[in-house]
């Protein structure tokens, strides 16, 4: 935990550490490709945090980035590669990647972009079709 009630993270290396302040808005599964891609996992546990309430403490200078879409910027570490985060801009939030944060008692919400699922999950956790309506998508949900 840090020090204001929020949590501490880092890269693989530990070159790049993060905090973050308070609770997560919402933590859950995504399933789409580009997560997938991504974290070279069938699927994505993430945290998401106001984008204010997640802050860099240690080796700004080893964050990359890239942007593939106008949703979402990706960061990792350029000592290890390893991923830290997604920041969503338009969303005013940031998905701390779940493992990057060890203290944290992961409790999923939801899975979201099921639809492109390769790993179906029975966990009886509601199944959204892509995102909830507040966030663009249509908040159809998929039955298990």
């Known amino acids: ?13 530990g070159a790049v550490e ?39 403490v240690k080796g700004s200078d080893d964050l990359a980035s890239i942007q593939k879409s106008e949703n979402s910027i990706r960061r990792w570490c350029r000592a290890c590669g390893g ?12 998905d701390v990647y779940a493992a ?9 919400m939801l899975h979201v972009n099921y639809q492109e699922t390769v790993l179906p999950m029975k966990d009886g956790l509601p199944k959204q079709r892509d995102f909830p309506q507040e966030f663009g998508g249509t908040g159809d949900l998929i039955a298990e």
């Open 1 to 13: 935990m840090a020090g204001n009630g929020g949590y501490k993270g880092k890269c693989f290396c």
């Open 18 to 56: 993060l905090e973050t302040r308070g609770e997560p808005a919402a933590m859950g599964y995504c399933h789409c490709s580009s997560c997938r891609e991504w974290s070279a996992a069938p699927v994505n546990a993430f945290s998401l945090w106001p984008m204010d309430a997640v802050s860099i």
């Open 83 to 94: 991923h830290l985060m997604t920041e969503h801009p338009r969303w005013g939030l940031t």
């Open 100 to 108: 990057v944060i060890p203290a944290l008692a992961f409790r999923p």
